[in-house]
């Protein structure tokens, strides 16, 4: 689409930085921008040689640690030398003053995005190859060691659950712009006392790991390119893959979700079978913080969407979809509060 009023830029100064930092760059270029990116606003840049598409953090007043676009391109770029697909990362720009903003630039990948969880337009008989494909994808980033693939220090190796629980409580308390809602409230009091039982792991989490941030091969069940890895930091894996499969028990009114499906019918594995076939690739053999990790991840995606709530009203959301997902945060966070009382949650 036309880039949209309010996340223009001076398109010429982005050529004049491309020409400086990026090998084998010719112009002219075109700039277009995607659809959807309900965070970071994200571009098309085309030239007569080749297309980039460029990632940029959003304008406006940010919340601390958010929109990290500079850590999405490094973890894409140390990903680059292993199995997991990610896009080439062509540069990146911490300087505000070359278009706003600070940005990066990565290859544009051919395939298939599918927004809906249950691969309608695949057949039948093929939809178990694309689960396996997602859950294969998400067990070999979490078999990774970090220090050996330079992301040692990418975050802390110990803490994970208890850093993200404060700190997006804390981002959820400060957005006064956003307002507050009881059963998030409720699911905040809880998780300052739950923690998970087992030992915790480390490993490359990706964060927001769903179906419509996976590139697929144009034909094959097979994915080409992982997207979207503002969230991604070192932690705990079942926390990671608990977020991903979170898919089982979210509408699809939501966001991609299987809620409700007929998974017989589909063809597509069940929740048991998909974690188990997760557990077997990655040598979790204790999962009984599966259920504490699925509320902890309702959680997660409900302070992301009162993030986004709060940004719609300051004018700074990047996507025009923003308002339709606001809509969504009471059923979500009464979700997240059900998710926290099946874990074990008191009522109150």
């Known amino acids: 689409m036309p880039v949209r009023e309010g996340h223009r ?19 002219p270029i075109s700039v277009r921008q995607f659809r959807g990116g309900q965070s970071n606003p994200t571009y098309l840049v085309a030239t007569p040689s080749r297309s980039y598409v460029l990632r940029r953090q959003p304008s406006g007043l940010l919340l601390k640690g958010a929109h990290a676009v500079d850590r999405e391109a490094a973890v894409q770029a140390a ?3 292993t199995g997991v697909p990610v896009a ?15 940005f990066y630039l990565m290859e544009l990948v051919d395939g298939r995005i599918f927004w809906d969880a249950t691969f309608p337009d695949v057949g039948t008989g093929d939809r178990p190859d694309y689960f396996r494909a997602m859950n294969s994808a998400i067990a070999n980033l979490h078999a990774l060691n970090p220090n050996q693939i330079g992301l040692g220090g990418f975050g802390r190796p110990t803490g994970y659950v208890e850093r993200q629980i404060k700190r997006l409580s804390e981002q959820y308390m400060a957005d006064t712009v956003a307002g507050r809602d009881p059963n998030m409230d409720r699911v905040i009091a809880w998780l300052d006392h739950a923690r998970p039982r087992n030992p915790e792991r480390v490993a490359v989490v990706h964060g927001d790991f769903r179906c419509d941030n996976l590139i697929f091969h144009p034909t094959e069940p097979r994915i080409v390119a992982v997207l979207d890895w503002e969230l991604a930091t070192l932690g705990h894996p079942l926390a990671d893959f608990a977020y991903h499969a979170m898919m089982y028990r979210m509408p699809s009114h939501i966001v991609a979700g299987l809620a409700g499906a007929d998974l017989a019918t589909l063809n597509a594995p069940s929740e048991e079978e998909y974690l188990a076939l997760y557990a077997g690739s990655t040598g979790i053999a204790d999962t009984s913080d599966y259920d504490f990790f699925l509320a902890f991840s309702f959680f997660r995606l409900s302070a992301i969407i009162h993030g986004i709530k709060g940004r719609l009203a300051r004018g700074t959301a990047a996507s025009p979809e923003a308002a339709e997902r606001v809509k969504a945060l009471p059923e979500l966070a009464e979700l997240a509060w059900g998710q926290a009382r099946r874990a074990g949650a008191p009522a109150s």
């Open 79 to 81: 990903l680059a030398k």
């Open 88 to 102: 080439q990362i062509f540069g990146t720009c911490l300087d505000p003053e070359v278009i706003g903003t600070m």
């Open 9 to 27: 830029f001076d398109e010429a100064s982005l050529a004049h930085w491309m020409s400086a930092n990026v090998d084998g760059y010719e112009g």
